[in-house]
């Protein structure tokens, strides 16, 4: 190389560049709504309904790895999950499963301090719509 002249920054990395862009390629996760879902969803304020919605391409980006404080299991159910808005600061949550390669939203209801029965009502309408659909697959 002659002197005075600089080597491009990617020289002599270029497998570790190909190497580093397999393992960092975006993956989104599958993320649909039981339409009965969809519609609390809709019914829902706008500002509420966004934070569901924000919280719900944080699930597409991260999947099975989205941490706490933002999903955490139900503890009154089985195989269900919770997508808490706001790291858990928002009044309402969106209930789900994975089922296959796509997470499930099978309802939306309050945050169980704020709503306690509410809650429940929400995690049970939530488990049977998804153990309906996951009778049909």
């Not at 580093?20 to 019914?43: K, M, N, T």
Request: glycine letters at 8%; a neutral charge.
């Amino acid at each position: 190389m002659p002197r005075g002249s600089r080597q491009p920054a990617e020289a002599g990395r270029h497998l570790d560049g190909l190497s580093q862009f397999c393992y960092s390629q975006v993956v989104s996760w599958l993320v649909v709504y039981h339409p009965a879902a969809e519609s609390e969803r809709g019914d829902l304020p706008a500002t509420e309904r966004a934070a569901i919605d924000h919280a719900v391409e944080k699930l597409r980006a991260e999947g099975v790895n989205l941490p706490h404080p933002h999903s955490s299991d139900v503890k009154i159910a089985v195989n269900l999950r919770e997508l808490r808005p706001r790291a858990g600061r928002c009044r309402y949550r969106a209930f789900y499963r994975r089922i296959g390669d796509t997470f499930v939203i099978g309802a939306i209801g309050p945050e169980a301090e704020v709503d306690q029965r509410g809650f429940k009502r929400a995690v049970a309408t939530a488990e049977e719509r998804l153990d309906a659909v996951k009778g049909d697959e």
